[in-house]
């Protein structure tokens, strides 16, 4: 890949589809570059869902260097298109849904921006229910009859308790 940056020569502040949030980053602005990409990559990673992962993966009868080359062999599948992405923003200075465009067209990058938001909300629930259960396990280890005490029942299979605690982190968060 040519490592030059590009910045755009002519102004395009006056397309209707020009918008502060989606236009171009100067080059004099840019701040990233490869090793902030890396960054964020090992911050995927390493992290409690991928220390999940690799317990289950153990759990069900995986050696622990079998569920390690297992979970290092994803992450490096992940890391092609992160690359790829990551590669026009940081050369360009646009960001996704514009490089979008060239893909899907105007309206189809919009489908495409939110089908991305839909993941990253997703996510967002994952990280919030580990959340909520570590929270829960450390007010079991502070005070261990609290949650029989708030006992009401179950739902979507949480007690009220997880459920508080969910809630709980998903406020702080």
Not at 35 to 64: E, F, K, R
Not at 116 to 143: H, M, N, P, S
């Amino acid at each position: 890949m040519n490592e030059e940056i590009v910045e755009l020569k002519e102004d395009v502040s006056h397309s209707p589809l020009y918008n502060d949030d989606l236009a171009p980053v100067p080059i004099a602005k840019r701040s990233w570059n490869k090793w902030h990409i890396a960054a964020i990559w090992v911050g995927m990673a390493v992290c409690i869902p991928t220390y999940m992962l690799a317990s289950s993966l153990i759990d069900q009868g995986m050696n622990w260097w079998q569920a390690l080359l297992t979970i290092l062999l994803g992450n490096l599948i992940v890391l092609v298109p992160m690359i790829l992405n990551a590669h026009v923003g940081t050369k360009y200075g646009v960001p996704l849904p514009v490089f979008l465009r060239l893909s899907f067209g105007v309206r189809g990058s919009v489908i495409a921006s939110l089908l991305r938001g839909l993941v990253a909300c997703g996510w967002f629930g994952i990280q919030t229910w580990i959340g909520g259960a570590a929270i829960y396990q450390l007010l079991l280890l502070i005070v261990p009859d609290w949650a029989n005490s708030l006992w009401l029942g179950s739902f979507i299979g949480l007690n009220v308790a997880q459920a508080g605690c969910f809630l709980f982190f998903w406020f702080i968060n």
